[in-house]
């Protein structure tokens, strides 16, 4: 009975300290997760202005007409780019779009929405693609950080493969 009793005790040992491992090393994770997202966090804090924009888009149509391609990879030196844009981002997790050299957005400006971080995604519908709700984040520097928004997908009119490379600067 007493071995019993004893191999009983060392599996239940055995079981609690599984269980107590597993909790340490997802709680590392998930630390290490949260620390990303503070850092990226107060990292965003701030205007930001587009320095540079590259592009690449591939349509094919589900109709048989013929795939459409398009690609662009320019410096953005003016505010009548109509890539041009100045973002704030908040303490409040708000994001806003200040300035836009579209003239779609001009009458809708200022332009707020709120964001979430998850690691280095960055969620904000002022960013959303069709088919991705979530922009990569990459800290250049101190003054300057570049958005990826990889875009792919399929929907009733066809296939989009869509990559947006954003460079940002710092604006005051």
């Not at 007493?2 to 040992?13: E, S």
């Not at 997802?26 to 997760?33: N, T």
């Not at 701030?46 to 459409?68: A, L, R």
């Not at 947006?164 to 604006?171: A, E």
């Amino acid at each position: 009975m007493k071995n019993l009793n004893k191999k009983l005790f060392g599996n239940i040992l055995v079981i609690l300290l599984a269980i107590i491992s597993g909790m340490t090393f997802s709680s590392c994770s998930s630390d290490e997760e949260n620390s990303i997202e503070n850092e990226i966090f107060v990292y965003l804090q701030g205007e930001w202005v587009t320095t540079h924009i590259s592009e690449e888009d591939h349509f094919m149509p589900t109709d048989g007409q013929y795939p459409v391609d398009y690609s662009t990879d320019k410096d953005i030196t003016s505010a009548d780019d109509e890539d041009y844009t100045v973002i704030r981002f908040d303490k409040n997790s708000m994001c806003t779009l200040l300035a836009s050299g579209s003239k779609d957005d001009m009458d809708e400006l200022p332009m707020s929405a709120r964001f979430k971080l998850e690691g280095y995604k960055l969620s904000c519908p002022l960013f959303y693609g069709d088919f991705t709700k979530y922009v990569t984040i990459t800290m250049k520097s101190d003054n300057e950080m570049v958005m990826t928004l990889i875009d792919n997908g399929t929907d009733s009119s066809g296939t989009t493969q869509y990559t947006q490379i954003t460079t940002f600067k710092r604006y005051n």
